[in-house]
């Protein structure tokens, strides 16, 4: 178990729809991110928080996709108005400051 | 270019055999090195770090070459459990993000 838990598991939704994802990592990651992976591809970064600053975010992460982590513990991932190609497995990835990180068991999103 | 590339396989061997799996990487800054292991629509695991010492983890041996930019993963007697995606993984140099930069992964597929 990585400590690392993201709800929903999966989510259907029509396209321009709003959906919003949860990722709770453990109280001693204090590194957060999100990753987006589809079929046939690596995991590809979309940003960074440190505590509740967001430090680093990806050309990826369109005007679309927000992100926030109030208060330093879990994370939300928004995405507005979803396209069929936002369809992936969006992954949430946690350390305590070294660079291993885990991650959850990531939330398998299909837009229709 | 891809900044991590891999062999995306598959590699059909039989319980046993050795295999080897080559990653080469783009950023000569690049300051952290992995391996991942990704089950079918899982998350991706931690297999072990990668040093430019090498090191050897049971039956896995990783090793970096930083002049050539070159990372393996070598995997004796293997087991059918053994199935699954490698992910090279490489953390880039620069800033505190620690972010992770994936390969596209290797399939290895154990035949009984």
């Known amino acids: 178990d990585t400590g690392v838990s993201q709800n929903p598991r999966h989510k259907i939704t029509k396209r321009g729809q709003n959906v919003t994802f949860r990722c709770d990592p453990i109280s001693e990651h204090n590194r957060l991110y999100w990753y987006r992976q589809t079929l046939g591809q690596g995991p590809e970064f979309l940003t960074y928080?440190?505590?509740?600053?967001?430090?680093?975010k990806s050309r990826l992460l369109s005007d679309r996709f927000s992100a926030e982590r109030p208060k330093g513990s879990f994370s939300t991932l928004e995405i507005q108005r979803t396209e069929q190609g936002d369809s992936a497995m969006y992954l949430c990835?946690?350390?305590?400051?070294?660079?291993?990180?885990?991650f959850g068991p990531g939330t398998r999103l299909t837009v229709t | 270019r891809k900044e991590v590339e891999q062999d995306p396989g598959p590699f059909n061997v039989p319980e046993g055999a050795t295999v080897a799996f080559n990653c080469t990487y783009s950023n000569s800054a690049s300051q952290s090195f992995f391996w991942y292991r990704q089950d079918c629509r899982k998350e991706p695991k931690l297999l072990m770090s990668?040093?430019?010492s090498g090191n050897e983890d049971g039956r896995f041996t990783a090793q970096l070459n930083r002049a050539s930019q070159y990372i393996s993963l070598l995997i004796r007697d293997s087991k059918l459990s053994d199935s699954a995606t490698y992910l090279c993984v490489v953390s880039p140099m620069g800033g505190a993000t620690n972010k992770l930069i994936f390969g596209t992964g290797t399939l290895l597929a154990v035949q009984p």
């Open positions: 928080f440190q505590n509740e600053a967001q430090l680093e």
């Open positions: 990668v040093y430019s």
């Open positions: 990835g946690a350390s305590g400051g070294n660079t291993e990180q885990y």
